[in-house]
């Protein structure tokens, strides 16, 4: 695993070692361990020379941009309106069974964390949703089950 200030460094001498950099130090950071957190966030506004505040208001305004932990495949499911008039919450409630945790939640084994998301701009095949960076579309409850068993075992 790169350590996040050699992340910050690189992204820093790359795009310059001002807000610029910003957007791509998060990105970089997600890549990595897939959150940023608070310590992360003073790290890279002490880099830049900005606030703290600044770092986080950015990063808390990107939904893809966590502050915890997530687990090892992340599943953002559709929360926006044609989604939720395709049956979203029917793919909701079968992830909810079939990983058996809620909304919000990481399994035990941190394989998944299950996440809502706004419009992933694929409301003409909906309902959708991203596992990592991979989108689902045409969702049905029934193909879920096949989704899932993909990345549980999955070899990363
Ligand atoms: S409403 Fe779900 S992708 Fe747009």
């Known amino acids: ?82 989604c939720e008039m395709k049956g979203k919450h029917k793919i909701l409630k079968e992830l909810e069974d079939l990983l058996h945790i809620k909304l919000g939640e990481t399994t035990h084994d941190k394989k998944f964390s299950l996440l809502e998301t706004n419009c992933l701009g694929l409301c003409d095949v909906g309902p959708a949703m991203l596992i990592n960076e991979n989108p689902y579309t045409h969702l049905k409850a029934e193909e879920i089950s096949d989704i899932i068993h993909k990345y549980r075992h999955s070899v990363k």
């Open 1 to 82: 695993m790169t350590n996040i200030t050699t992340i910050i460094q690189e992204n820093a001498t790359r795009h310059g070692n001002d807000r610029k950099a910003l957007i791509p130090i998060l990105q970089s950071i997600v890549k990595e361990k897939k959150y940023v957190d608070r310590c992360d966030m003073v790290s890279i506004a002490k880099a830049l020379d900005i606030s703290a505040a600044d770092v986080y208001g950015v990063a808390s305004f990107y939904s893809f941009i966590e502050e915890k932990e997530k687990g090892e495949n992340v599943i953002r499911v559709c929360k926006s309106i044609t």
